[in-house]
């Protein structure tokens, strides 16, 4: 083609100067740190989907007892022992009420005579199991829960301070620190539920007595990391204060990192809360959770599973979806590892 | 070097000493005595019970007492359980099934995990790669106890393949209590190598390595695998831990004659010196494991400064 631009109309075009102004206009929304998160952690499939469940288990656990017509303590020994059966599920030959009794496949609910149907069937003492089960997943994620805050509180404060006030604060600071986590976990933790009167406290407070170390670590590392950057030198410059800058200017910086430790402190705690019921050090009878429930059924496998299914299976799902959406937040939040 | 493991040292000798006076201290304000029907004895028979045990001394002595015997190895006589047997000798005497299953758990894990990992880097996202995810979360998720008790319910009493429990069967009868161990370290080490793996596989080393020409396996098995090993050694530790913490309940499931079966047998009948030894001999166990974890990183990685300590 040969160039005959002059034989253009002239008209046609109109010239369109420069806007010195236009150019700096950003076209998109400037994007937060935590908006930023929230968007891979969308596309994170796994995450989300361990997020919805979880959200369901947690729901679950309140309304669960509460939907249930039996209240979770209450005994009906004529009922005792009873399998699962689910209205609609039943037609597809599970949870249909039909158990093995001396060898031979039978409609328990009928032979016992049972009108009502228990969902996720009975045990030994004529307990419903739904509304056990929920109940106690309640329990075991208060516990959890607790002591993950507790952790973080404590970890927060003590490796805070150790990092920001550093030298000889520090020194003695994390001299104690590498002691205690030099002692292992489940010695201290045992000891502690033995000396103390069993129950939810206990618990807590064995869980939490050297839990907190990894947190302390954790914050300490980003904290000395985030102490001489410019923009604290700025604020200090300007006469910001000790409290202002550990508060606006570091905890920012520093809450991703304590958010995804966080994530993998509960269903530490959760399997802690499970193992220590489990080998029966956990929470007394009539209370119940997620551990003592496996740990009743565990004793029955043989002959009833379903005592054992149904918490086992809520508290593996619990931890998987933890795991899970703790992989996803450390993708999000942690930048070093962003693609 | 020697610096650094001179330090490591005092540190654990402080640590097991705190740990020491701790449990004796504990044990001391426990509620309940650990003389059998003590309230059946009259007062002078509990006199002479008491002071066969030491227990007559004032406080400071028993201390003094037990350290000293604590530095020349000696656990402390067992109260109730075995009657007046030697913490140390029913601890040795349990060993063997523990160290055997703990064993073959963590070189079943690692090994497979290693596998897995390795596959999964090498076919990332296929099927693969999400098989081998999903185990690994798998693994990390269930609890050991949850897992045990079903190995044991499928395999063991459904399909009869493996003994149900007891240590009657010798290899047979460690089968399903190493498989329910090794989960969790498989299920780390899979997660680890595939990260490892993966980042090595980027580095300039291996596209060197594929621009002179060296095959596929090549690669993978001489340049990527080998550096990506070196990291795993860091994850032995909690590897370590979770097969201890893993055998008090597995063994207690598959009623294996070890030493976390008769620690939580020992909980449930306040035996005190046994609960004390064990737990003394837990903490020797992980501390020396996580010391010789950290020895060898710097050894076997020249790159790692050790003076720094672990970061």
Known sequence: MTQNYEKLPQDAFTRIPRDTQEAEKISKPSVSFWQDAWRSLKKNKGAIISLILFGLIVLMSFIGPMISPYEPNDQTITHANLPPKMPVIENLGIMDGVGTLGGREVDLYEMKNVEQNYWFGTDGLGRDMFSRVWKGTQVSLFIAFVAAAIDMLIGVIYGGISGYFGGRVDDVMQRIVEILTGIPNLVVVILFILIMDPGILAIIIALTITGWTGMSRVVRGQVLKYKSQEFVLAARTLGASDTRIIWKHLMPNVLGVIIINTMFTIPGAIFFEAFLSFIGLGLQAPDASLGTLINDGYKLIQYQPHILLFPAVVLSLIMIAFNLIGDGLRDALDPKMKD | ?311
């Open chain 2, 1 to 311: 070097m020697a610096r650094y493991i001179g330090k490591r040292l005092i540190y654990m000798f402080i640590t097991l000493a705190l740990i020491a006076t701790f449990t004796f201290f504990l044990m001391k304000i426990l509620p309940g005595s650990p003389i059998a029907s003590a309230d059946k004895l009259s007062p002078e028979q509990r006199a002479v019970v008491e002071a066969r045990y030491g227990l007559d001394q004032p406080l400071p002595v028993q201390y003094f007492d037990y350290m000293f015997g604590l530095l020349q190895g000696d656990l402390g006589i067992s109260i109730n359980q075995f009657k007046g047997a030697n913490v140390t000798d029913v601890i040795l005497s349990r060993m063997g099934p523990s160290a055997q299953i703990g064993f073959q758990g963590m070189l079943l894990g690692t090994v497979l995990g290693i596998l897995f990992g390795m596959v999964a880097a090498l076919r990332q996202n296929t099927w693969v790669d999400y098989g081998s995810t999903i185990v690994a979360i798998i693994g990390i998720s269930i609890p050991s106890f949850v897992f045990a008790s079903m190995l044991q319910y499928w395999l063991g009493l459904k399909w009869d393949l493996f003994p149900v429990a007891l240590w009657k069967d010798g290899f047979m009868s460690s089968v399903l209590p190493s498989i329910a161990l090794a989960m969790f370290p498989l299920a780390t080490a899979a997660r680890f190598i595939r990260t490892e793996m993966i980042e090595v596989l980027g580095s300039d080393y291996i596209t060197l390595a594929k621009a002179k020409g060296a095959s596929g396996s090549e690669i993978a098995f001489k340049h990527a695998f080998r550096n990506a090993l070196i990291p795993l050694i860091t994850v032995l530790g909690p590897m370590a831990v979770s097969i201890l913490t893993g055998s008090l309940v597995v063994e207690q499931i598959f009623a294996i004659p070890g030493i976390g079966e008769q620690f939580v047998k020992s909980i449930m009948v306040n035996d005190f010196s046994i609960i004390m030894g064990t737990t003394i001999f837990f903490s020797v166990f992980l501390i020396v494991v996580i010391l010789v974890v950290d020895i060898l990183y710097g050894v076997i990685d020249p790159r790692i400064r050790l003076s720094g300590g672990k970061s």
